[in-house]
């Protein structure tokens, strides 16, 4: 702030980043972090490399619009599983917010993750948080630049491993080592790959707390999602004022262990903030302070507003979590995933679309003969081969002109040109139009069938 004439303050609208050193911290929540960290980064660095029926395992295959998901084939028909994965992974966040808080920032969010994983790289190239900040005091030589130079190298070379991997889930990942080995990558997965690689090196390696801070919608909504039930990082301040050493002291002794463990470095003493992404680490980081001078853990945990307002016991907390918000959202996700489980379960792997000829729409052949011609289109979305027997009915004696039998290779779209013909006599039909039901059925295979609408038009 500078003075201005007249007695005026100016203030800047932009506060000037300063460099935050999250000191390293062992303990309960530190273990859970690094375990998700484990599990979440080798589903996803694994996962690309598994073979599923001689093919990629969890594929995307945008060019040709089909995604393979293990044993399972979708297309884009099947937009609405998009839609309920949407909705489940939409009311799981509002479910675990309005219970504890921001677990999926703290736990399990990319940012998060990635982020862990860098501060690692940095530490064990660098050095820990004091060494690290000496570093960056000290003027530019020439160890200070080696350090630099290894750190921001294994940076660069895990985001771009990162990028590569992520575009394997759409170009196949065994191909795309061989074009990367050949130097053969195509245009838009060279793109790709470097996108996604920037994107994680900024994000992990520079930008850090400011992407939570300022780039996470979710940051400036969770209070609505939170009320005084919600489990949260809190401070006890009644036990932990005033703070400092000595006789008259609370238990807090102003050690500050708690902020410089904080990714985003906020002081947790001064209630809950926005910037708060419930990691935990200041739990962990307290919890050591409280086992050194010989005080009880807790000074800093998990609870609830209506807990420290009130002094309830932990049962007497956790009984009130189970309110009504909680169990409206619990039946109505687990009523979706029920639902979705179900209709995957019975899901027919056999889409059919009927299409008429507007080239020709009715037309009379042979004796007291009227012919429609129809083409279907027959999707097998197995991997296996089919043949599909073709039956229409809704007239007397209607029936398919034609071979009835068609094969389909596995996850593909086959157009197949049919004539329908119907036998009566022409005065027993009058002009107009008449439903008929197409069903198609795989032979040989129970219960895969498809029954299709359509109508014939006499003239």
Request: glycine share 8%; aromatic share 12%.
């Amino acid at each position: 702030m500078n003075d201005a004439p007249g007695g005026l303050v100016e203030q800047s609208l932009y506060e000037v980043r300063k460099t935050i050193h999250p000191r390293a911290v062992h303990g309960w929540f530190a273990a859970w972090r690094w375990a998700l960290v484990w599990a979440t980064q080798l589903v996803f660095y694994c996962t690309p490399w598994l073979q599923w029926n001689g093919r990629q395992a969890l594929h995307f295959d945008i060019v040709h619009r089909k995604f393979y998901i293990f044993g399972l084939v979708f297309w884009p028909q099947d937009i609405i599983y998009l839609t309920v994965l949407l909705i489940i992974s939409a009311l799981s966040l509002f479910l675990f917010t309005a219970i504890a808080g921001r677990l999926w920032c703290g736990f399990a969010c990319p940012q998060t993750v990635y982020t862990e994983i860098f501060l690692w790289i940095e530490e064990k190239i660098e050095g820990d948080r004091a060494a690290r900040m000496r570093l960056d005091a000290a003027p530019l030589g020439a160890r200070k630049a080696g350090l630099k130079a290894a750190k921001h190298g294994a940076w660069i070379a895990f985001a771009l491993w990162t990028g590569f991997t992520f575009v394997g889930y759409v170009t196949p990942i065994r191909e795309l080592w061989q074009e990367v080995l050949t130097l053969s990558t195509g245009p838009w997965e060279t793109f790709w790959v470097l996108f996604y690689g920037f994107a994680t090196y900024g994000n992990a390696g520079w930008m850090r707390e400011q992407v939570c801070k300022y780039m996470c919608p979710y940051a400036r909504f969770q209070s609505a999602m939170f009320d005084k039930d919600t489990l949260i990082i809190t401070y006890d301040r009644e036990r932990g004022e005033p703070r400092g050493k000595g006789e008259g002291k609370g238990h807090c002794v102003d050690c500050s262990i708690c902020v410089q463990v904080c990714p985003t470095g906020i002081d947790i003493r001064n209630g809950l903030q926005y910037e708060c992404i419930g990691c935990a680490a200041c739990i962990d980081g307290c919890d050591q302070v409280m086992d050194k001078v010989g005080f009880p853990k807790g000074l800093i945990r998990y609870s609830t507003t209506h807990a420290m307002e009130q002094k309830l016991t932990r049962a007497q907390m956790f009984k009130r979590a189970f309110r009504p918000r909680v169990l409206l959202y619990s039946a109505i996700l687990w009523a979706i995933i029920i639902a979705a489980g179900v209709s995957l379960w019975q899901r027919v792997p056999l889409k059919v679309d009927v299409i008429r000829d507007r080239a020709a729409i009715a037309r009379e052949v042979g004796d007291d003969e009227i012919e429609n011609v129809y083409r279907l289109q027959i999707m097998n979305t197995t991997e296996q081969p089919r043949v599909y027997e073709i039956r229409v009915s809704g007239l007397h004696d209607i029936h398919v002109a034609g071979a009835q039998r068609v094969e389909v290779d596995g996850a593909t779209a086959h157009m197949v040109p049919m004539k329908v013909r119907v036998h009566v006599e022409r005065e027993h039909l009058r002009p107009g139009t008449y439903p008929v039901e197409f069903r198609v059925s795989a032979v040989g295979v129970p219960g895969e069938s498809v029954r299709e609408k359509s109508v014939f038009i006499v003239r």
